[in-house]
DNA sequence: TAGATTGTTAATCGATTAACAATC
DNA sequence: TAGATTGTTAATCGATTAACAATC
């Protein structure tokens, strides 16, 4: 049975689904149970089932799940068979590393062109993307409506650049500016918050540390 | 009445509340309520309230909190005054910009050395960190103990790399390889899946496309 | 003092886990 | 067929929200 809404914690499994079934499947794996994939990634095979539930039913009784099916299923879900176009605004250090390590394709994205500011930039290319001027953001967007930004500015023009994405259309603005963006609801705003993610990662130790762990 | 154990989600809005309070705080605004700043945030009063509660007693009734020492009060939390060693495993283009771009001391590490194989990278200092052979791991981790580790190399070498800085003794491991590392439970693993991220937004996108948002 | 706002307890809501009939 | 495992309903657990006495 289909769920009208999703919730938050299960969108965020599905990708993980994705990318263990990825590995199983590379590993020359066939098929799997709820039970067997749960005890792999750390979680109750309840928990699968009824994520998995959620969109439909892609397992068999008996047999548990065909690891090349259930893949493609959430992959569907996930809607990487629908490529769209995305741009990278922002060709700076991190904007840079996105271009040579990251497998956009892989996620269902196109990508054709980053922009910048700096003259020293524009016109290069980075692993075969082209470095265009963001003056040219504006006619970019007119003709290949990309569906999301990658946002890798420096912080101080995050907001200005967003508006300026959000107003020539995208739908989505994948964040990694460390700043909270105010935009219009109907678009939607992915945050990778480095900033964050690390300090969560001094808490857990300095806690650790002041617990003296398993000691006191 | 301070909590004996802290669940993920509180901690996860810990550096959210940090960084409003910053930029509070760089405005000139000296006290705020659980109210107002659950406004500006899109969370509740209560849920502010009961997370601090977690911690300590940090307001006052008819007042609300002063924003420079509440954010002293979460930075002593998260840990960022007790500052810690930190390295970089992998000075690929992604360990470069975190190199160039990302404040370690302002979440209380202290970053002095990246490592890396490739003989074009060793011996080159990149914004005043050394970039050292891998080789010499063993003999720097001896010494000068790092806490944490930053994981930027390439995912076909993150599972023995991590491995070997579990050995050396590190607390922590900010993985950005895109893989699931299997480590000993007293290791802190941060993982940075930007390709989880990016299929999130891939999925909001696609299915509010095929909604067809307000108008079914 | 009166008004505002806290910290905390109680109520609600949602997410996870367990149980089990259906069935491959 | 017997055993295994699903999808789903019910039970449990935890997290969020509401309410309110305490008090600055």
Redesign the interface.
């Known amino acids: 049975m289909k769920k009208q809404h999703i919730s938050d914690a299960v ?2 499994r ?3 689904y ?3 079934l990825d590995e199983l499947h590379s590993r020359g794996i066939v098929r799997i149970s709820s039970s067997t994939l749960g005890k792999r990634m750390g979680i109750t095979a309840s928990q699968i089932r009824q994520d998995l539930s959620c969109f439909g039913e892609f397992g068999q009784q008996g047999y548990g799940y065909n690891i090349i099916e259930l893949r493609a299923e959430i992959g569907h ?4 068979d ?1 490529p ?1 176009r995305l741009i990278i605004v922002g060709a ?3 904007g ?3 271009l ?5 394709a ?4 196109r990508l054709d062109n980053a922009f910048d500011v700096s003259p020293a930039l524009i016109g290069s290319e980075v692993n075969g993307v082209a470095v265009r001027s963001m003056d040219e953001l504006e006619d970019y967007c007119a003709v290949h409506r990309p ?2 930004a990658v946002l890798t500015v420096p912080k101080s023009a995050a907001q200005e650049v967003a508006d300026r994405l959000v107003a020539l259309g995208v ?2 603005i ?1 964040n990694f500016t ?1 700043t ?1 963006l105010m935009l219009p609801e ?1 678009v ?1 705003v ?1 945050n ?18 002041n617990n003296d ?1 398993k000691k006191g």
């Open positions: 969108i965020r599905l990708p993980r994705y990318r263990y879900i996930l809607g990487v629908e769209r700076g250090h991190l840079h590393a996105l040579q390590n990251f497998d956009f892989q996620g269902g994205f569906a999301v739908d989505g994948w460390n909270e109907r939607f992915e990778v918050h480095f900033a964050d993610s690390l300090l969560t990662l001094s808490y857990r130790i300095s806690k650790e540390l762990p």
